[in-house]
């Protein structure tokens, strides 16, 4: 998958919103929480040390949108009128009896491969005094199931060569190794 940067020094209005099914956020916006993990199964081995392990993919992330909203009514500015819209497309997500996913795009989710997101939750308004209003959603990322086979991980690569400390065993082994040719083959 290639990604594409876009620098936010060269368009900073890309990293201050987002678009959520085309329409973008009011205020400024700030993502935590949106680190792509692997799921793994950890068995400890039967033996003495060691584990096995084997990956079973990712599951969706969940991520919080932190919108810094400002009201100033001498400059015009009510993005408290512009969030109660916005957040109509959020509600939207978990309206009716299915839920429905809608697209998102900002750049930091982008790199992580977030695309479409449904409601987690919607925190309230906290008031700061001075005209400005914080609050947080929690997003779900939404994925559509996709049948994987559980696989286990593989080794290291190393050199492959094998040292026993006697020259005639380690000739035939590594030359067997060399030729592709199972051991069992030559005894």
């Known amino acids: ?7 936010p020094f060269a368009t900073p209005e890309l990293y201050d919103k987002y678009l959520l099914a085309g329409v973008r956020s009011p205020g400024v916006v700030a993502f935590t929480g949106h680190d792509r993990a692997e799921n793994w199964d950890i068995k400890d081995a039967a033996g003495n040390a060691g584990a096995v392990s084997a990956r079973k993919g990712n599951a969706p992330i969940e991520f919080t949108a932190t919108h810094s909203l400002v009201i ?7 993005q408290e009128a512009e969030w ?3 957040a109509k497309i ?5 309206s009716g ?11 930091d989710l982008a790199r992580v491969g977030i695309k479409s997101v449904v409601k987690k939750r919607i925190g309230g308004f906290v008031r700061d005094g001075l005209g ?25 690569g190393g050199s492959g060569t094998v ?25």
């Open 84 to 86: 109660d819209e916005f």
């Open 132 to 156: 400005g209003v914080t609050v947080v959603v929690a997003y779900l990322e939404y994925k559509p199931p996709v049948a994987k086979t559980v696989t286990g991980a593989k080794g290291s």
């Open 1 to 7: 998958m290639s990604v594409v940067v876009i620098s």
């Open 163 to 187: 040292i026993t400390g006697n020259a005639a065993i380690d000739g035939v082994i590594n030359t067997a190794k060399t030729l592709g040719t199972d051991l069992l083959d030559w005894f």
């Open 90 to 94: 959020i509600e939207g997500t978990i």
């Open 72 to 78: 100033d009514p001498i400059a015009g500015v009510d």
């Open 97 to 107: 009896a299915t839920p429905k996913a809608v697209d998102i795009f900002h750049p």
